[in-house]
């Protein structure tokens, strides 16, 4: 609003201006050997679930599966075949390095890549370890910080998930300079370590995507010009690409892979679940129906024929399931739904054929409410950082941090669960964890609850070591020990004591966020009036 159109215009023209320079200047810099180019297959599938959804029994065996068994190695290979075509068309040169979608790989994968020219692709540190295992091999005289080989042919690289995990989740909330120093201060310890093989170590750093820098100020470009300065001007640090790394550094023979991705070494975020499966079997459909009908149409246009097989591939995307289950929730999971079902329900009209009622109804079955049990009771919990007894928390309101996910996914996480509940004079936060050990590392610990009512209130609560408490002008007070609880005078957050509210709840380490719990929509709930609560058993 408040643009003419003519306005709106202009910026849009820009913006297109600026997007047509992006592969002209990585042409540029590849071709002056300052960058390297990676792509992931075309549609950014999850490559060992299209060559069998079965391979996913290798981390989780007892993991429920689709209804269909989807083997296709056929679609992976055009996948990789789909990225590698358009790399040529782009950059001139044959594709050489392969990030597969979400760092997923399997022994089918990885020989597919070596027919298909990849020269390296690369996974997380957790599919090494296991895969060394699955090898026979000793993890202790096989380093993290070097290059593996499979195949042979295939050079492979595993992210320093610590390293890579620090950009990504961590110094956006440091000035630019500490964090900045603590990266390089991390590059020279692992020199010390390693110093007897510095001629075979190479340190991968590997991020997610673009996700990283829209948490900094600035898109991280103070952050990352000063990066970029100390590790150039460095004498003890290289820098080199994927490319050369995979061709100067004498490769370990790796002689079986483990199948899994960069994410807690499974697939459970892609299949296993309800939804997730449901979606696989719909996929399953249509791809079958497309296969039979090209057999009993051999004269079919073959132009309609390949809107088909596009759509198909569209559907094999990895970011549809990624919102399918319990593990990431955002207010956009409708969208995703709805989009999915309408690309298969266009492969049936593509080719004449009425669309399946199953792709007419929601695959997805809630949204972030679904991670939301309202209070069942009142209660009155003692603030001392204990469970003082096995009721005291019965009846009390519930939001399930491990199921609920984000949007982003990290390699550690703190917070699993939030308890919330209220008396006739307090309402109550109780914080669980998946590691509190892990708390007491911190420097400063501090919790920032938002809370949004009436008036909107933060509440920065630095707490010590265990068995702290602590009370804040009578109107509230916590204590943490095994738990966190807090306690909060009803009328601190409503001037009647009772109405709407929203709250979420952050994590720091001094001045560095740690997570915020819900990502998105806060929890809420309405208190109601003293002596006017009613509870429905559910």
Not at 212 to 218: G, I, N, Q, S, T
Request: hydrophobic content about 40%.
């Amino acid at each position: 609003r408040h643009y003419t159109e003519d306005e709106k215009q202009a910026l849009l023209d820009w913006e297109l201006e600026l997007l047509g320079e992006v592969v002209p200047t990585y042409r540029r810099l590849l071709q002056e050997k300052r960058i390297d180019v990676s792509f992931t297959p075309y549609y950014h599938p999850i490559l060992p679930l299209l060559c069998d959804t079965d391979v996913a029994r290798e981390a989780l065996p007892s993991i429920s599966l689709p209804r269909k068994r989807f083997a296709h190695p056929e679609d992976a290979r055009r996948q990789i075949a789909m990225s590698a075509e358009k790399f040529q068309s782009l950059f001139e040169r044959p594709l050489t390095g392969m990030w597969p979608s979400e760092g997923s790989i399997s022994e089918d994968v990885l020989a597919i890549m070596i027919d298909e020219g990849i020269r390296w692709t690369a996974s997380d540190q957790e599919i090494l370890f296991h895969s060394l295992a699955k090898s026979g091999m000793d993890r202790a005289s096989n380093p993290l910080h070097t290059v593996y080989e499979y195949g042979p042919g295939l050079k492979l690289f595993f992210r320093d998930q610590a390293l890579s995990d620090r950009i990504g989740f961590v110094y956006s909330g440091w000035p630019a300079d500490r964090a900045v120093a603590d990266f390089i201060g991390h590059i020279k310890s692992l020199r010390t370590l390693l110093m007897a093989g510095l001629d075979h170590t190479v340190v991968p750093v590997i991020l997610d995507g673009e996700n990283a820098w829209e948490y900094f100020p600035d898109d991280a470009t103070e952050f990352l010009d000063l990066l970029y300065q100390q590790l150039g001007e460095d004498p003890e640090i290289e820098t080199v690409t994927m490319s050369e790394a995979a061709e100067t550094i004498q490769a370990r023979p790796l002689s079986s892979v483990y199948a899994g991705s960069w994410i807690n070494h499974n697939f459970r975020i892609w299949i296993g679940h309800q939804e997730d499966n449901t979606a696989w079997d719909l996929l399953s459909d249509a791809r079958d129906m497309t296969v039979q009908f090209e057999k009993e149409h051999p004269d079919i246009d073959s132009q309609k024929l390949a809107r088909a097989w596009d759509l198909i591939y569209i559907a094999e995307g990895s970011d549809w399931c990624w919102w399918y289950g319990d593990e990431h929730r955002s207010a956009y999971n409708e969208e995703f739904d709805r989009i999915f079902r309408h690309h298969l329900a266009a492969v049936y009209k593509e080719l004449g054929k009425e669309v399946p009622n199953e792709l007419l109804s929601p695959i997805q079955g809630g949204g972030i409410s679904s991670y939301i049990l309202p209070p069942q009771d009142l209660l009155s919990a003692e603030i001392d950082g204990r469970i003082t007894q096995f009721y005291e928390w019965a009846g009390a309101g519930y939001f399930d941090c491990a199921r609920a996910g984000s949007s982003m996914h990290r390699a550690v996480r703190y917070i699993s669960a939030i308890h919330f509940a209220y008396d006739r004079d307090r309402f109550y936060i109780r914080l669980d964890f998946h590691n509190r050990k892990a708390l007491d590392l911190f420097k400063e610990l501090k919790f920032v609850v938002t809370l949004s009512a009436p008036a909107n209130r933060i509440l920065e609560l630095i707490a010590g070591k265990r068995g702290f408490a602590g009370e804040v002008r009578g109107s509230y007070r916590f204590a943490l020990d095994e738990i966190f609880e807090l306690a909060i005078e009803r009328r601190f957050i409503w001037p009647d004591g009772f109405g709407p509210l929203g709250f979420n709840i952050s994590l720091y380490d001094g001045d560095k966020k740690l997570e915020t719990w819900p990502e998105h929509e806060p929890i809420g709930l309405s208190v109601p009036e003293k002596h006017k609560e009613m509870f429905w058993p559910s």
